[in-house]
């Protein structure tokens, strides 16, 4: 079974053979998918990666979320399923998150909604760094406060 992920926060001067060769060093049988304007023919922003199985999609997510792209920090998760049907089209719900993206300007609910529930159910891991971050956050901890200590 194939796995979609979400690929945010691309610079907008990316080619989509730059997007494959970033993802084809980890494994070629991973295709891309980059999202461009109608118009300009730039890119959108955001792009879609399509693995074999969760294994491969997590291993991708742990490896390239946070890679410097043209100077850009990339952001991956899994995608939300397609939605399906002319009515969802038009309420313009593409895979939720790219949608995300999109409404987080106000209009939408369904984002403030998940991140206010996510707050209430994960309040004690709230107050526990990312493991995957942990060891650059003792860093950071360490270097402010050796500067502190030294004013």
Do not use: H
């Not at 989509?16 to 295709?31: G, N, W």
């Not at 693995?51 to 742990?62: F, L, M, N, P, T």
């Not at 043209?70 to 038009?90: M, N, Q, V, Y």
């Amino acid at each position: 079974m194939s796995i979609r992920l979400y690929v945010g926060n691309l610079p907008k001067e990316l080619e989509r053979q730059e997007l494959e060769a970033v993802f084809s060093e980890y494994d070629d049988s991973v295709s891309t998918k980059l999202i461009t304007d109608r118009k300009t023919g730039k890119c959108r922003g955001f792009a879609f990666v399509t693995v074999k199985d969760d294994e491969q999609a997590d291993q991708i997510i742990e490896k390239f979320n946070g890679y410097e792209l043209k100077e850009s920090a990339l952001k991956i998760e899994k995608a939300l399923p397609r939605s399906k049907g002319k009515s969802d089209e038009s309420n313009d719900s593409s895979p939720a998150p790219s949608s995300k993206r999109r409404s987080s300007g106000g209009s939408g609910n369904s984002s403030s909604n998940r991140s206010s529930s996510r707050k209430a159910t994960s309040s004690t891991e709230a107050a526990q760094p990312d493991p995957r971050w942990a060891g650059e956050l003792e860093k950071l901890k360490q270097l402010l406060a050796t500067q502190t200590s030294n004013s």
